[in-house]
């Protein structure tokens, strides 16, 4: 591993003031919320879905926000998606900086266009106005001699001006080095004594680490068969290194989203998936107890085992919270179980303060435009989904959805934009199901019929052993072309039948099938599953 590039560190000010969360919605649209490129020839490029001009937050943020050290801006890559050290991996690895240096109390910030719109010093001190915080840490992964070059640069926002950068040149394999590296080097910026407040390192093993980070790319992905992948990766980094508890808990993790996600080809495949599942829940456990990470996995296990109780799966997203109260993802978990709980309130404030954590979080701006989708509030939900797309446009779940949504809005022809290009982007499923949506909406069902005969061809297990995510998008397919005694008995045969399906069943696009009996003894049964969670 090699190092160089230094600067000398400056005094630095806290910025004066807090403000609200409108401002960061301020940043972000005047930041980056150009007009994506066409990045195909034959789709035009996905345009907003709210009125222009319309900058209110998604989310009353309420309250003020105190001032924290630092910012972390998810790192990009100038590598071809294809290869290993992709943008989806520099995410991740900032990731991991966030929770090695989570005794600083970290802002992750979804800054639009992020490293290429960060340059000069009033962009950085209105990042960091934004983000409420007093230093700014910026990162890529660009193409190396020894394979790859990570850089890395530390500014102070009351002046917009670098304290540090640095350059690590070596092989993917070392990346757990410049982990470590780059950790300390910020945290003795930070404060006088800040190295000894920096997390330890989780593994020894830079091997077990590369696959804990493309385990981790892979189960945040919504490409088909990622959770499988992902289930691989993390096998591979326990094997390396047993006692690597992160690892543990993305096996568990991974597992529990096969059997959400995909499922497996039979009922014993299945058991067998929940017992690696459990095991490395109880593993990762027992070696990080105080992790945040541990405790996400175990719930995300107990939701599977106990799908219609979420009282103790409530439980453990609060400790994970408890354990890393700065981190928006525990703070999205736990608002998603409290939406399958029909608890829409309390899910609003764990958003608002996940987007306190992670301004501009497309993962918590698409949980929240899920639920504002089921209460009809389709307005703003678009406003988040536009948020989520201008923070990050490649998530192509928000393009996606947002396709949904524009139905409802009788808006077609940009449904079928945000469709197509949620396809292009991965978006297996759920963008198939949304083109299948909007062709049946613009009464060209040949061509929906023709995309829903391919997607069940392709996806048989979707029909015979229905996962709540496969039975709920082939379910919206069904209902999109009238065929609605199948989209019924499609939801009928979903397992584990829990609150979560509860969840499904609110979606509007289902709002005729309402009042069919075998639906309604459905329902009727699934309110039994949340009052007792309660």
Do not use: K
Not at 49 to 58: E, F, M, N, S, T
Not at 79 to 104: C, H, K, Q, W
Not at 236 to 247: E, I, K, N, P, Q
Not at 290 to 312: N, Q, T
């Amino acid at each position: 591993m090699s190092r160089v590039g230094h600067v000398p560190r400056r005094p630095a000010t806290c910025v004066a003031a807090p403000i609200a969360l409108c401002a960061i919605v301020g940043l972000a649209l005047a930041g980056g919320a150009t007009r994506l490129a066409a990045q195909y020839p034959d789709v035009p490029p996905p345009v907003r879905c709210r009125p222009a001009g319309d900058v209110a937050p998604p989310l009353d943020p309420g309250g003020t926000r105190p001032i924290r050290a630092i910012a972390i801006v998810p790192f990009q890559s100038t590598l071809d998606p294809a290869d290993s050290a992709n943008t989806a991996l520099a995410e991740v690895f900032a990731g991991r900086l966030r929770v090695r240096l989570a005794a600083f109390a970290p802002v992750e910030l979804w800054a639009p266009g992020r490293w290429p719109r960060l340059r000069s010093a009033s962009q950085v001190m209105a990042a960091g106005a934004a983000a409420h915080a007093r230093f700014l840490l910026l990162g890529r992964i660009d193409p190396g001699p020894a394979g790859i070059v990570v850089s890395v640069r530390l500014a102070e926002t009351a002046h917009g001006l670098d304290v540090w950068n640095a350059t690590y040149g070596g092989v993917l394999s070392e990346m757990h080095a410049y982990e470590t590296g780059i950790a300390h080097a910020v945290a003795a910026h930070l404060t006088p004594a800040g190295e000894r407040a920096v997390a330890p390192q989780p593994t020894r093993s830079g091997a077990a680490y590369l696959h804990y980070l493309l385990g981790a790319v892979e189960l945040e992905s919504s490409a088909r068969g990622a959770a499988q992948r992902a289930m691989t990766e993390f096998s591979t980094a326990v094997h390396l290194d047993s006692a690597f508890g992160g690892a543990w808990a993305g096996l568990a993790a991974s597992a529990a989203e096969q059997l959400q996600r995909e499922g497996t080809a039979s009922a014993g495949a299945d058991s067998a998936t929940l017992t690696i599942a459990e095991h490395a829940a109880v593993r990762a456990l027992a070696r990080q107890p105080m992790a945040s990470e541990s405790w996400l996995a175990r719930a995300a296990v107990d939701e599977i085992r106990e799908p219609r109780d979420y009282g103790g799966v409530l439980s453990e997203y609060r400790r994970a919270i408890e354990l890393d109260p700065w981190a928006a993802g525990p703070h999205v978990r736990y608002a998603t179980a409290l939406l399958e709980l029909g608890s829409y309130e309390a899910a609003d404030e764990q958003l608002r303060i996940a987007l306190r954590a992670a301004p501009g979080s497309p993962a918590a701006l698409i949980t929240l435009a899920g639920a504002r989708l089921r209460q009809r509030r389709y307005r703003e939900a678009c406003r988040a989904l536009d948020l989520a797309v201008e923070s990050d446009p490649r998530a192509g779940e928000a393009y996606a959805l947002r396709a949904f949504v524009r139905l409802r809005l009788h808006d077609i022809r940009s449904a079928w934009v945000d469709a197509e290009t949620g396809l292009r982007l991965g978006a297996w499923l759920t963008a198939e199901v949304a083109a299948i949506a909007t062709h049946a909406a613009a009464h060209d069902t040949a061509a929906a019929r023709e995309q829903l005969a391919a997607l069940l061809v392709e996806n048989p297990g979707g029909l015979r052993r229905p996962t709540i995510r496969e039975g709920y998008y082939l379910a919206l397919g069904f209902a999109a072309l009238g065929r609605d005694d199948d989209a019924v008995d499609l939801l009928n045969r979903i397992r584990p039948r829990g609150v979560g399906l509860r969840y499904v069943l609110a979606d509007p696009a289902f709002e005729h099938l309402r009042g069919r009996a075998r639906l309604d003894q459905l329902a009727n049964a699934l309110r039994g599953a949340v009052a007792a969670s309660f």
